[in-house]
């Protein structure tokens, strides 16, 4: 559908007709690529608040509705009846796959699981306390160092190699970051687990006993995956399409992702939930800290709480609060005071004028830590947790935007404020 084009006009009186263009569902979007060779001015916005910085097929969201969909389908459903496998293959190729299709690619998955035996001589390097995240961003960049002969992001082939190793592989270096951590041995993948039970099996088990997987936590796992898995241009994704735009390597761009999710704006958040819970202490606390994170002068913030998109609530959050019901209560723990402080917490935030005003939520890390600490997951995990889910709307982005014929390196402008030209000074006379 073609739309009237917007019209701006500079004090000068230069008239451009800037092309709006149309999505499927969502705002329209001024096209401002003409904007500079014609009025000679740059758009400023900082943190990307009002730009979009590409076309996109894999995810949308409303953030007044708080609507989530992958490739169209809402996320409630897709939470309520898919695996994460099968949302992988959703969110990678486009449809839901046929029950052979499905076949086909859960086996793909589970057959690439393991690691060359050198990519494990790494973690020796590492001290035995490295945070999980580091070492995650470590291996997976030096990925690239391994499969240097199908690394030809032109080639489709290589291309689709790319997608299911970093999809295969990263839960078992995840596990192996934990297990050096904790000072037991690296466990090999099981080809016969599916890949959320696999990777429980790796965190968890020890070659001197049989391990026994649990299906409530290998089912809560995998729904936290499936939420997790990809959320349109956050922070960590277009980070992924930035330095893949370059045309390096595809495990160096999500290395690079890897990296931005780490920050406690991002997925960080999870543990920064966790600690603050802790550091709260006692129901007695929370208007102290409440009062804290509305303080101007003081840096605190309620973690977990807030979402740049999100203005109403963050879907995510819903099914995961509710979750946390189930879960506490099928593993008998469902008096866990850290779930009694949380719920306390979001009662307290969401009567307070600032946080009604401001639109502040509980976002999908407010609840996730307390699922993970239950199952038994350790604190420094739960940002790897993410990057695990995450890692598959990395890769369907990285694909979407390596495949793109129009596209080109992500270069941004700014607008200077340093000194203006001025000439060198001889050190003698400064
Ligand atoms: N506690 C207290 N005040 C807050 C909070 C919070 N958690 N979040 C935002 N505000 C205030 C902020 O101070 C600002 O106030 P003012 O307009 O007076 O300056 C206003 O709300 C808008 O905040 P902002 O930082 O400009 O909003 P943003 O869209 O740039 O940031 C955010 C979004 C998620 C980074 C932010 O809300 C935040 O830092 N939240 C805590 C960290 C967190 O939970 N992050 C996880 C996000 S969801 C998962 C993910 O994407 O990884």
Redesign the pocket.
């Known amino acids: 559908m073609t739309k009237e084009a917007f019209r701006l006009i500079s004090p000068g009186g230069t008239e451009s007709e800037l092309p709006v263009r149309t999505g499927t569902v969502g705002p329209d979007v001024i096209d401002v690529g003409a904007l500079y060779k014609e009025q000679g001015v740059f758009t400023f916005d900082p ?1 990307f608040v009002a730009t979009g910085s590409c076309e996109s097929d894999i995810t949308f969201i409303d953030g007044e509705k708080g609507l989530l969909m992958y490739r169209g389908y809402p996320v409630e459903q897709l939470a309520e009846h898919s695996s994460f496998i099968e949302v992988s293959y959703l969110l990678l190729n486009g449809e839901l796959p046929t029950a052979e299709e499905l076949d086909t690619f859960d086996h793909t998955i589970r057959t690439h699981t393991m690691l060359n035996e050198g990519m494990l001589n790494f973690f020796k390097g590492f001290r035995y306390d490295a945070h999980p995240m580091a070492m995650l961003s470590a291996v997976v960049g030096s990925m690239s160092a391994y499969y240097h002969d199908t690394m030809d992001v032109h080639n489709p082939e290589h291309r689709d190699i790319f997608a299911h190793r970093i999809l295969a592989k990263l839960p078992t270096i995840a596990a192996a970051a934990y297990k050096l951590n904790i000072g037991q041995p690296f466990m090999y993948p099981r080809n016969d687990l599916d890949y959320t039970e696999n990777f429980l099996q790796m965190l968890f088990s020890v070659p001197a006993e049989p391990y026994e997987i649990d299906p409530v936590s290998a089912r809560a796992i995998d729904l936290l995956f499936i939420l997790h898995a990809d ?1 349109e241009q ?1 922070c960590s994704t277009s980070t992924v399409r930035m330095a893949g735009s370059s045309g390096a390597n595809p495990y160096s761009a999500i290395a690079a992702g890897i990296s931005a999710l780490w920050g ?4 960080g ?1 999870n543990e920064a939930v966790l600690k603050m819970l802790e550091e709260i202490g006692d129901k007695s606390q929370i208007t102290k800290y409440v009062a804290k ?1 509305k303080d101007k002068n003081d840096p605190f ?8 998109v999100y203005k109403n609530f963050d879907p995510r959050a819903t099914i995961i609060r509710e979750m946390c019901h189930k879960v506490l209560k099928q593993l008998g723990r469902n008096d866990s005071p850290m779930f009694e402080l949380a719920l306390e917490l979001e009662e307290i935030a969401l009567k307070d004028d600032y946080f009604v005003e ?1 639109k ?1 939520y509980p ?3 407010f609840y996730s830590g307390i699922i993970y600490r239950a199952l038994g997951i350790p604190t420094s995990m739960f940002t790897v947790m993410f990057a695990l889910g995450r890692s598959v709307g990395w890769t369907a982005h990285w694909l979407e935007m390596i495949s793109d014929p129009q596209g080109r390196i992500a270069r941004p402008r700014q607008l200077y404020q340093g000194p203006p030209q001025r000439d060198y000074v001889a050190i003698e006379k400064r």
Do not use: E, I, S, T
């Not at 913030?301 to 740049?308: E, K, T, Y």
């Open positions: 943190g959320h956050n406690p704006a991002h997925g958040a994170a913030r309620l973690m977990g709480f807030g979402h740049r401001k502040l976002n999908v890390d």
